[in-house]
């Protein structure tokens, strides 16, 4: 498919820069380009190589906009495979509306999100799940997510499912090659090597399915919830974990109502931390809302933080010797039960409150009443940020980083998980209907099915849909 028509748009951030850049795509871009553009030493801009940079002056006839740089990239040699030019200009917003102006006036029309990558898609300089890392890539905002967009846009993973689509693409030809010669009876696919291809497909498939929950938290971040009772301190761990105020810290009891979420970056990886408003019982309204709030956002965490004080008064409290603390245990037993599988970190805040005699006591207490099993135990101040740093090596060693260490194919993409998912469920049948000896006619459709999965993945498959839906998501010039 190719575009007879033009695009402008800035590719650069909006608002005041040092330089700013503004990009035309298609087949009139040098033309046009050239009808603004005054090259200092005389040259004509349609007439200069592909790859080259040229110094000129923009002129609205016969006033100056601005001395830029112009790039010129010619079809095929460009990110979007069609004539593109680039104007590097002074970042002045006043002077980028203008230099767009002038194009638009010139015969270009403004692109529209993501619609260079788009063209990219289109003229074949990339397929779809590449297309769809360079937007993670621009929006990879620790090590881990851009590790994880680097790789995809490398091809790593689109170039697995492409050879694997091809591979029963052939396979699929011959069972239909054997539908034509219905009554001779006879086979073309050796149905042994079709067994083994469709296990691998079925194994591959499976891995990357799997590898879709390490893929999207590390893109994502980590969700972590800190629950506790109002007051001991989740505010303020927050902060001293994120290092500057955003929560609201205040001495009233239950006034962290509203869940507050924020992401830090623990050695590459992101984690979003859900300040929660406790799971003490309640009778007031807000705050029995704000409970079941509580529950939902450690549903959705993958390590829950539970946090209590270990101060003297909370040591010297009224239950009697040996009890202190029974409450707290209650609580940690009820977060074990509704989730056993998450992992589950226990805090004594506020350590800095206990002197040394104190700090034994209360360690003895602890490990008297606390449950014994499934959970780690960390006391730290929030305040003073003694233990903070232990704190964050502990969550960091919760996730699991295996995958990224070693270069595996993580796939991150909901869109890209649905297609595999789908693609699996027709290779099932597939496997069902060598199984059952199904006839050539009935599994060459299943075999089309599981092709087309493959297909929506890389592209191969498309629609408008489909493609609007994926680069309305882009930002625009990109
Ligand atoms: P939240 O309701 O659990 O979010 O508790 P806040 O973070 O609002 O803290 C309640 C009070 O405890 C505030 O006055 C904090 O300054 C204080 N606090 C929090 N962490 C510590 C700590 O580690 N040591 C001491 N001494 N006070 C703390």
Do not use: W
Not at 135 to 152: F, K, R, Y
Not at 154 to 165: D, P, T, Y
Not at 392 to 421: C, K, M, P, W
């Amino acid at each position: 498919m190719t575009h007879t028509d033009t695009i402008v748009a800035l590719a650069t951030p909006s608002g005041a820069g040092a330089i700013a850049i503004i990009r035309l795509s298609g087949n009139d871009a040098i033309t046009i380009a050239a009808k603004l553009f005054a090259s200092v030493s005389g040259k004509d801009l349609t007439k200069q190589k592909t790859h080259t940079v040229h110094l000129g002056n923009i002129m609205d006839d016969t006033r100056v906009i601005d001395q830029v740089l112009a790039t010129v990239f010619k079809n095929p040699n460009s990110y979007t495979g069609e004539n593109v030019v680039e104007f590097s200009c002074h970042g002045s917003s006043y002077i980028q509306q203008e230099i767009i102006q002038l194009c638009l006036r010139n015969g270009c029309r403004m692109a529209q999100a993501g619609e260079f990558t788009l063209r990219a898609f289109l003229s074949g300089k990339m397929d779809l799940s590449q297309a769809e890392a360079v937007a993670d890539l621009i929006s990879s905002d620790s090590a881990a997510s851009h590790q994880l967009a680097i790789q995809q846009m490398r091809g790593g993973f689109s170039s697995e499912i492409k050879q694997l689509r091809q591979e029963l693409l052939d396979f699929a030809s011959l069972i239909e090659l054997e539908l034509d010669f219905a009554e001779e009876d006879v086979e073309f696919a050796n149905r042994d090597e079709f067994q083994k291809l469709i296990t691998r497909i079925t194994h591959v498939l499976k891995r990357l399915i799997d590898s879709f929950a390490t893929g999207n938290v590390l893109k994502n971040g980590i969700p972590v919830a800190i629950v506790g009772e109002p007051n001991v301190g989740k505010s303020t761990l927050l902060n001293a974990l994120l290092n500057e105020e955003r929560a609201i810290v205040s001495d009233i009891a239950g006034t962290t109502r509203d869940t507050i979420e924020d992401e830090i970056t623990i050695g590459g990886i992101g984690f979003r931390f859900i300040d929660t408003a406790g799971i003490r019982e309640t009778t007031d309204t807000i705050e029995g809302l704000g409970i079941k709030k509580t529950f939902e956002k450690m549903e959705q965490a993958q390590v829950v933080v539970y946090l209590f004080e270990a101060s003297p008064s909370a040591l010297r409290a009224s239950p009697p010797k040996g009890e202190k603390y029974s409450s707290i245990s209650v609580e940690v037993e009820k977060i074990k039960n509704r989730f056993p599988q998450k992992p589950l970190l226990v805090i004594a805040n506020k350590i800095d409150e206990l002197n040394v005699t104190d700090r034994s006591a209360f360690k003895k207490q602890i490990t008297k009443t606390l449950p014994t099993t499934n959970y780690q135990l960390l006391t730290l101040s929030a305040k003073t940020g003694e233990g903070v740093e232990e704190l964050q090596t502990t969550l960091f060693d919760f996730v699991n980083t295996g995958a990224l260490r070693n270069n595996e194919t993580i796939v991150t993409n909901t869109r890209h998980y649905d297609s595999l998912l789908k693609a699996l469920e027709e290779i099932h049948k597939v496997q069902q209907g060598i199984d059952s000896n199904l006839s050539s006619d009935l599994m060459a459709i299943d075999i089309r099915q599981a092709l087309y999965y493959f297909g929506e993945i890389t592209g191969e498959i498309s629609n408008d849909e489909l493609l609007g839906n994926i680069f309305a998501n882009f930002c625009i010039g990109k």
